[in-house]
């Protein structure tokens, strides 16, 4: 028992102050120059004692650094999916950081016991609960259930980030943009309050507190976000012609979103809105959630049906732990149900494989630009590639709904 406990404490070890000491103060000047980057930031968090669990929104792909810079100079044991430690720029600090990993959308206890470890060993941590970034600019719909007993478990002081216009200056589905952020920091929960509250009760105030939409804090205060391309990588999300239904036939340019099915086009502006190309076009919805709600509500139409199923051809990666790279495995369907998703296929051995999830147990996915969807099982990261180039949003969309219904 000592034996083990003393391998996961080296495991764990506070993240470098020289690494720190280099790279927080070059960020906050680029941040500061790029974005106009203000921190607002709760005084009580400096007379916190002990370790600290930072929880905070996944708006964009800068909300690790920004939550970094605004708990300077406490360090922060961030804990990130399994998937990251294959990227090539992160191997070289990945134990200076501190990292410790966990398996997306799945029961982690080997990670769990890591992050216990850590914070009784006075260690801070920062936890994206949502486990990916935002699709649409808004909060998943269904909270991490897990989070409160996590909470609970790790017996610290909560604090809560979330970045005001990171969505808009970096879309999951579009390049970078100029304009402001806001980084808000605040004690949600001391580790005497904590204590005193149920596993429900901390629950509620996670729901509430996790709720945020970047389209409402843009147009109510009217932000630009610069740049010449506003509307290129909208096809990624926006899939469905309004006008016509049809799916997967919308093409978008720099400021452009057209159907190729009827020839319907949208524009969008530097302020996030969209607007009938000529008088001849319709533009129902003037933001980009308000299209995305629009497919939701497709989706829940068509899964509705008892032999509701989609399948499409894929390539299987799966990713090497040992060595932190995916390598390409097989190939074979990718398929989903009103019940599951899996993966029906071959490897290059000629072997069959059988891969699936249920979706009652999966409240999203991952999916990535590059048209693939994410799977862990067991501590086994799958990813597929779609070999027409298109289907992630779809399918990603369909595993939220459909958990939506099967918990009614």
Known sequence: MTQNTSKLTAAVQRPSLLLYWLLVPIAYLIFKLKFGFTIVKDKRIRSLRGPVICIGTHSFVLDVAMMILSQFPRRLNVVCGRDVFTWTPIKP???????IPTSQFAVDLKSIKQ??????????LALFPEGKISIDGRNLPFPNAGLAKLLRFLNANVVL???????????RWGRWRKGKIVHAAK???????????????????????????????????HLRYRTKEPALG???????????????QMESDATTLACTACGNRVTMDEYGVLRPATASDICPYDRLDRWYDFEKEAIRQETAHDDFRLSY??????????????????EGELYI???????????????DVVLECSLKNLNTIVQKMKEAVDLTIGEDIHRFYFRDGKYSAKYNLIVEERFRALHQ
């Open 161 to 171: 980030c979330h970045n005001f216009g990171g969505y808009s200056s970096k879309p």
């Open 93 to 99: 600090i990945r134990k200076a950081a501190g990292l």
């Open 187 to 221: 004690v949600l929960l001391t580790k005497e309050e904590l204590s005193k509250l149920s596993v429900d009760e901390i629950q509620q105030i996670l729901v509430k507190e996790f709720t945020f939409n970047d389209h409402d804090y843009r147009e109510r205060n």
């Open 313 to 330: 051809p894929v390539v299987w990666e799966r990713n090497l732990a040992s060595v932190n790279r995916y390598e390409e495995c097989g």
């Open 337 to 351: 149900d009103r019940e599951r998703i899996g993966f029906v296929g071959k490897d290059f051995d000629g072997n």
């Open 115 to 124: 992050m216990k470890q850590a914070v009784d060993n006075g260690c801070s």
């Open 234 to 248: 909208l096809h990624y999300i926006l899939y469905k012609c309004p006008k016509c239904g049809a799916e997967y």
